[in-house]
C-alpha cells in the first residue's frame, strides 16, 4: 500500500513559474524525502527534511514540512523545461530504515 | 564513481516463463532494494538487504518471486513463472549505511513485458 499522496496528479505550468506538489501521508514518520524520475529512467534523489523540521532548501526547491496535519510540500521556482519530470514523495518511520513512496505528481514545464 | 548498475534494461517473455534481473550498487553500500513500479505509480518494495541478509521480504510473492545477494555485493531477483501481472519495471536502489537517514541511489530499471 502506498503511505503518501501526492496533489496533484498532473501539472502543466510555463517556464519561469513556480510548481507546487503536496504529498500526504498516514502514519506517523521520522522523515520524509522528495525523488524525480525523469521519463523512463530511475529516481533521483532531491532533499530530506527530518521530523523536527519545518522547512529546507536546497538550490530552486524548497520543501516544507507539517508533522500535525502529516503533509508535506515541494516547491520548485522559476521552472525550467528541464523540470519536467514525476516527483514523488517517500516516507520513512523511524525504526524500519524502510521507504513507503507516493503516487507522484508528473509536471510538465512548457517552453 | 558508477552509479547502481541494473541488467537487463528490457525483457519481453511469454507467460510461464522464468526471467531474472541482476542488480550491481555503489561500491560500499551495504543496503541494497529491489522495488517494482507500475506503469503511473510509486515504487513499492519488494525486498531489501543488509550486506547478504534479506532483513524486510514481507512484500515479496514468495511463490514465484526469489531473490539472492551472495557476497552481500550484487544481486539478482528472479520470477518463475511469470505471469502477465508481472510486467513492470523493477529498480534496484543502494544505500551506503543503515540508518533512518538514508538516501537511495537507484538504477535506471529493468522494464519486463510479459507477453
Known amino acids: 500500500s502506498q503511505q503518501g499522496e501526492e496533489d496533484p496528479q498532473a501539472l502543466s505550468i510555463q517556464e519561469g513559474e513556480n510548481a507546487t506538489m503536496n504529498c500526504s501521508y498516514k502514519t506517523s514518520i521520522n522523515n520524509l524525502q522528495w525523488y524525480r524520475q525523469n521519463s523512463g529512467r530511475g529516481l533521483v534523489h532531491l532533499i530530506l527534511?527530518?521530523?523536527?523540521?519545518r522547512e529546507k532548501h536546497s538550490g530552486r526547491l524548497r520543501v516544507t514540512l507539517d508533522t500535525s496535519k502529516k503533509s508535506s510540500s515541494l516547491l520548485i521556482t522559476a521552472s525550467r523545461a528541464a523540470d519536467t519530470a514525476s516527483y514523488f514523495c517517500?516516507?520513512?518511520?523511524?525504526?524500519?530504515?524502510?521507504?513507503?513512496f507516493g503516487t507522484g505528481t508528473r509536471l510538465k514545464v512548457l517552453a | 564513481e558508477a552509479g547502481v548498475v541494473q541488467s537487463p534494461r528490457y525483457k519481453i517473455i511469454e507467460k510461464k516463463q522464468p526471467v531474472a534481473f541482476w542488480c550491481n550498487p555503489i561500491s560500499g553500500h551495504n543496503t541494497l532494494y529491489w522495488y517494482l513500479q507500475n506503469l503511473g505509480q510509486g515504487p513499492e518494495l519488494l525486498i531489501r538487504y543488509e550486506n547478504e541478509e534479506a532483513v524486510d521480504d514481507s512484500q515479496l510473492p514468495k511463490d514465484r518471486f526469489s531473490a539472492e545477494r551472495l557476497k552481500g555485493v550484487d544481486s539478482t531477483l528472479k520470477i518463475q513463472p511469470a505471469e502477465l501481472g508481472d510486467s513492470a519495471v523493477y529498480l534496484c536502489?543502494?544505500?551506503?549505511?543503515?540508518?533512518?537517514?538514508?538516501?537511495?541511489?537507484f538504477g535506471p530499471g529493468t522494464r519486463l513485458t510479459v507477453l
Open positions: 527534511i527530518r521530523s523536527n523540521e
Open positions: 517517500a516516507c520513512g518511520t523511524s525504526g524500519t530504515y524502510k521507504y513507503i
Open positions: 536502489a543502494s544505500s551506503p549505511f543503515r540508518g533512518d537517514y538514508n538516501e537511495q541511489f
